[in-house]
């Protein structure tokens, strides 16, 4: 039952930052962790990001040093923020929790659109 709420999608010129947040709106277990994936059109979809319960945190090549990725342990939230955006991040996102005990459930966000256009 348990669901994870986006926000934070919209549109932007290039150059621009939109911060998104995934919030859960019920109980999750052991999320060790949290990340961001995209799907842009006609593309596969990529991992963005991850950030573990200590903070350990991996980028995909393309956003490194213009994405962060953080989270607040305590709401089980995790949220991205996107600063000099490019035409090439227009895409789907979608937050992703894995639970390291039972239910060891794969849980996705609904999907916030980012579309970045002069």
């Known amino acids: 039952q348990v669901q994870l709420v986006e926000s934070g999608g919209g549109l932007v010129q290039p150059g621009g930052s939109l911060r998104l947040s995934c919030v859960p709106s019920?109980?999750?277990?052991?999320?060790?962790?949290m990340g961001w994936y995209r799907q842009a059109p006609g593309k596969q979809r990529e991992l963005v990001a991850t950030?573990?319960?200590?903070?350990?945190?991996n980028y995909v090549d393309s956003v490194k040093g213009r994405f962060t990725i953080s989270r607040d342990n305590a709401k089980n939230t995790v949220y991205l923020q996107m600063n000099s955006l490019k035409l090439e991040d227009t895409a789907g996102y979608y937050c992703?929790?894995?639970?390291?005990?039972?239910?060891?459930?794969?849980?996705w966000g609904q999907g916030t659109q980012v579309t970045v256009s002069s």
């Open positions: 992703n929790v894995r639970e390291d005990r039972y239910p060891f459930r794969n849980i």
């Open positions: 019920g109980s999750i277990f052991n999320p060790n962790v």
């Open positions: 950030v573990t319960t200590d903070g350990s945190t």
